[in-house]
Structure formats: structure tokens, C-alpha cells
């Protein structure tokens, strides 16, 4: 089956979900992180980014592994946790603790006798992946994980071992950026950086805010080609190792 037969195959509703949260950053910084630290998570699970975007959008026990391995390192851990659904509510507790410290806005999900097991289930996609982000982020913070990007930068490695790899830009502040590994796979993001403005808390005059917007240009081998010859004819030079 060809790349266009099998995108007909795919529901519109999961394309277009699928297209939602392509344009997050979370879901490159998700990516991210479960490339870099993989040797700290020990995970045995070999997935792909698409099957982590499925995961996302029809949550399933790909997402519920991904959760149970993150909330494993993030003392203490619950005792329950191993049971089905369970890791929902252990999700819950952490994000109530550090929602404030790794994610804006109001928190989407808390403890509530087990109704939170059913409303992770009804969330938007976009949104689980702001937790799932979160999640990440929390466990970014713990000693460990400190000490592994530590040791790791004493054995020679350099600071961008544990960041996206930004390969060029242009004249208007558009930033390409190049990620993953042969595991997770690699994937190109165009990053565009606007301004708006905003009311500031007491209400006169408004303050700058930095607006930014993300897409992947390429999640495989044909894509990155297509970008290769789309770039190759305009103004934008980059180099992009197939």
C-alpha cells in the first residue's frame, strides 16, 4: 500500500487530531525527552513518535506504560500504582503538587474519588499532552535525573545532547529545528516566533508577550526530502543529513 492509500485509510478525525498536536511544542519537547533520558528510564518499550501521537489521541495501554514508567521515578511512588488505571490518580497528586513549577494555566485534571480516571479519558488530546508534558517535566526534576545529566556532561558530552537541535533560520525568526533518534525516530519542527500584547495585572497599558508557533515539516525519510526540494528552490539554505 502506498503513502496515499494509507492516509486514506486513517479517519479524518484522527488526521486532523493528529495535525493538533503536531503543531504543539509540547509534543516535540514529550519527544524529546523520552529520546535523551531513555538510558535513565530504562524503558524496554521500542516505540515510535507516531505511536506515541496514537497513544495520545486514543488513549490506550502504550499511554498508561508511558505514565506508570514517568510517576516510577517521582518519589514517593504509590504502592497501587501497577493497577489498572490506577496511575491516573497517582498523576493527579503530582500535578497538584507541582502544576505551578512546570506548566501555565489551570490545572485540567485533580483527584476526585475516581471520577478523574473518566475525565482523563474525555480530555482533548492537546490537553493530555500538556499533562503528559508536564509529567516530564516533573520528572526532569528529580535527583536522578540531575545527576545523569551531570555525569553525562563530565564523560565529554555537550550541552546540546540534552536539547533540540537547531539546524538554521531566516531573515524573519522563523528557527528550524532537527530531533530524535533511530529508535523514536527523527523529526524536522518549524518554529515562528510572533508578538502580541497583552493588559498587564493592573489593567493600564499592555506588555509584549512572545507568541510561539509550532509545525513538523517531517516525520519520515520521503518528507524530509520533499523539504529538502521545497527549501532547495527558495531563499531559506539548510542542511538536513538524510
Not at 13 to 22: A, M, V
Request: charged letters at 30%; aromatic letters at 8%; proline letters at 4%.
Amino acid at each position: 500500500m502506498d503513502v496515499a492509500d494509507d492516509r486514506k485509510a486513517v479517519p479524518s478525525s484522527e488526521i486532523d487530531q493528529r495535525t493538533k498536536l503536531r503543531k504543539r511544542c509540547e509534543l516535540a519537547t514529550v519527544l524529546n525527552f523520552l529520546s535523551v533520558f531513555e538510558p535513565l528510564l530504562k524503558s524496554k518499550m521500542k516505540v515510535t513518535a507516531e505511536d506515541i501521537e496514537m497513544a495520545i489521541i486514543e488513549p490506550n495501554d502504550l499511554l498508561a506504560k508511558l505514565h506508570v514508567m514517568l510517576l516510577k521515578g517521582i518519589p514517593p511512588v504509590s504502592k497501587t500504582l501497577d493497577r489498572t488505571d490506577a496511575w491516573v490518580t497517582a498523576l493527579c497528586k503530582k500535578l497538584t503538587d507541582w502544576w505551578p513549577w512546570v506548566a501555565d494555566g489551570d490545572l485540567p485534571l485533580t483527584e476526585n474519588k475516581g471520577k478523574e480516571i473518566s475525565k482523563y479519558k474525555e480530555l482533548e488530546p492537546t490537553t493530555r499532552l500538556v499533562v503528559l508534558k508536564a509529567l516530564c517535566e516533573i520528572r526532569l526534576k528529580q535527583g536522578d535525573a540531575v545527576s545523569y545529566i551531570n555525569s553525562t556532561m563530565k564523560t565529554g558530552s555537550e550541552v546540546s545532547t540534552f536539547r533540540k537541535k537547531k539546524i538554521c533560520g531566516d531573515e524573519r525568526g522563523t528557527l528550524y529545528w532537527l530531533d530524535g533518534n533511530d529508535s523514536i525516530g527523527y523529526r524536522l519542527y518549524k518554529e515562528v516566533r510572533g508578538f502580541e500584547s497583552k493588559q498587564n495585572d493592573k489593567g493600564k497599558g499592555f506588555l509584549p508577550v512572545i507568541d510561539v508557533q509550532w509545525e513538523t515539516l517531517a516525520t519520515s525519510l520521503e518528507e524530509f526530502r520533499e523539504v529538502v526540494v521545497e527549501f532547495s528552490s527558495s531563499k531559506i539554505m539548510m542542511e538536513v543529513v538524510l
